[in-house]
T-cell receptor, first 115, second 113 residues
Framework: DGGITQSPKYLFRKEGQNVTLSCEQNLNHDAMYWYRQDPGQGLRLIYY???????QKGDIAEGYSVSREKKESFPLTVTSAQKNPTAFYLC??????????????FGEGSRLTVL | AQSVAQPEDQVNVAEGNPLTVKCTYSVSGNPYLFWYVQYPNRGLQFLLK????DNLVKCSYGFEAEFNKSQTSFHLKKPSALVSDSALYFCAVRENSNYQLIWGAGTKLIIKP
């Protein structure tokens, strides 16, 4: 079945550690996105990529990094520079048409907890 | 600046009654409007969208939303609520010249048997 796979679903991190969240899609979508979700705040865009080897910062990119070496993959690294990393992270993708009309396909999310 | 408001943090409805989840928006150009639903600890699922044309849009889950330009609203409605409709609902907007979606804070919908 086509879809977006995020891993791990749950992740615990000690302060000062970098962690990488995986996002893989087999939908053949060009565009991919990372969002952060906090209670009562809706979704905030961290990074997005419209094509392989290219990505742009979203509204809250500080303390995060991404790569887009393959069309199918868009991993997110939460660095130790991110001051409040505990959150639910959502990866999404869209076709060029979807990018134009806004329809996104989401993964199941990764919940990161900093101990 | 673009913005989306979902004025209610939570909406409680008895099963079988009609439900409304409110959304108002602010954009400078023509809006593209969306509703997504999120079940606990899951990703978001697309419900419906307004791009152009008929102001009333519907989806296969029985939900509908009406674009009201004068009131800058895009409220989500369903004639008869089901317990399984209980979830977190997000409204989102973008201008037709800007690819980035702006999200509302979400409304928790609770349907009681």
């Amino acid at each position: 079945d086509g879809g977006i796979t995020q891993s791990p679903k749950y992740l615990f991190r000690k302060e000062g550690q970098n962690v990488t969240l995986s996002c893989e899609q087999n939908l053949n979508h060009d565009a991919m996105y990372w969002y952060r979700q906090d209670p009562g705040q809706g979704l905030r865009l961290i990074y997005y990529s419209q094509i392989v080897n290219d990505f742009q910062k979203g509204d809250i990119a500080e303390g995060y990094s991404v790569s887009r070496e393959k069309k199918e993959s868009f991993p997110l690294t939460v660095t130790s520079a991110q001051k409040n990393p505990t959150a639910f992270y959502l990866c999404a993708s869209s076709t060029p048409t979807g990018r134009d009309t806004g329809e996104l396909f989401f993964g199941e999310g990764s919940r990161l907890t900093v101990l | 600046a673009q913005s989306v408001a979902q004025p209610e943090d939570q909406v409680n409805v008895a099963e079988g009654n009609p439900l409304t989840v409110k959304c108002t928006y602010s954009v400078s150009g023509n809006p593209y409007l969306f509703w997504y639903v999120q079940y606990p600890n899951r990703g978001l699922q697309f419900l419906l969208k307004y791009i152009t044309g008929d102001n009333l849009v519907k989806c296969s889950y029985g939900f509908e939303a009406e674009f009201n330009k004068s009131q800058t609203s895009f409220h989500l409605k369903k004639p008869s609520a089901l317990v399984s409709d209980s979830a977190l609902y997000f409204c989102a907007v973008r201008e037709n010249s800007n690819y980035q979606l702006i999200w509302g804070a979400g409304t928790k919908l609770i349907i009681k048997p």
